[in-house]
């Protein structure tokens, strides 16, 4: 069973302060995507990256693509408290239909 | 266009008794996929639809958990008898292609005493 190890599990940070958060596993995905969750809420899709070493911005957000395909980060510059969520990587082995989802990072902004 | 919908958005039963989740998908959504998603972690797949057949369901708790997708649309997931460790939010997804993202409902957050 693949496995998806994010890091930190927790964040709280300062408005205005730059952060990473790291999804791994052993495992080789054919895609893999990035979400936000808010509280009592389904998680939202932020980005879906295929390529290793690709990267992607949205705004402030930065996604990297591991070269081996195996990881990935997301890097929030200038965080705002509306950056504050559950940030969630899912993977998606070759051959499969169905992402598997990471552990999650709890981020919260202080205004 | 109209997102995925979910009902109830809270339930709260007790153990052994039995309860019923809906979802009805975003329109020509093919697939349909339910999550259980414990407080804290990461969501879990349970089953995955393509249409009205299975495509995986080898993460369903098949004693208790049953789920369903007739005419290929609306799904049910049904827990009979629930326990304790079935305290869990239950999310529904759809999407159109594979590589595209999913859509969740707002899910079901499943209480059992």
């Known amino acids: 069973t693949q496995l998806l190890e994010q890091s930190p599990q927790f964040l709280s940070i300062q408005e205005g302060e730059n952060l990473t958060v790291y999804c791994n596993s052993s495992?080789?995905?054919?895609?893999l995507q990035w979400y936000r969750q808010e509280p009592g809420e389904g998680p939202v899709l932020l980005v879906t990256?295929?390529?290793?070493?690709e990267v992607k911005k949205l705004k402030r957000l930065t996604f990297q693509f591991g070269d081996a395909r195996k990881d990935s980060s997301l890097h929030i510059t200038a965080a705002q408290p509306g950056d504050t969520g559950l940030y969630l990587c899912a993977g998606a082995t070759g051959g499969t239909y169905k992402y598997i989802f990471g552990t999650g990072t709890r981020l919260k902004v202080l205004a | 266009e109209a997102g995925v919908a979910q009902s109830p958005r809270y339930k709260i039963i007790e153990k052994r008794q039995s309860v019923a989740f809906w979802c009805n998908p975003i329109?020509?959504?093919?697939?349909l996929y339910w999550y259980q998603q414990i407080l804290g972690q990461g969501p879990k797949l349970l089953i995955q639809?393509?249409?009205?057949?299975?495509?995986?369901d080898s993460q369903l708790p098949k004693d208790r958990f049953s789920a369903e997708r007739l005419k290929g649309v609306d799904s049910t997931l049904k827990i009979q008898p629930a326990k304790l460790e079935d305290s869990a939010v239950y999310l529904c997804a759809s999407s159109l292609v594979f590589r595209d993202g999913y859509t969740f409902g707002s899910g079901t957050r499943l209480t059992v005493v």
């Open positions: 495992s080789v995905f054919s895609s």
């Open positions: 990256v295929v390529t290793g070493g």
């Open positions: 639809f393509q249409n009205n057949g299975v495509v995986d």
């Open positions: 329109s020509g959504h093919a697939t």
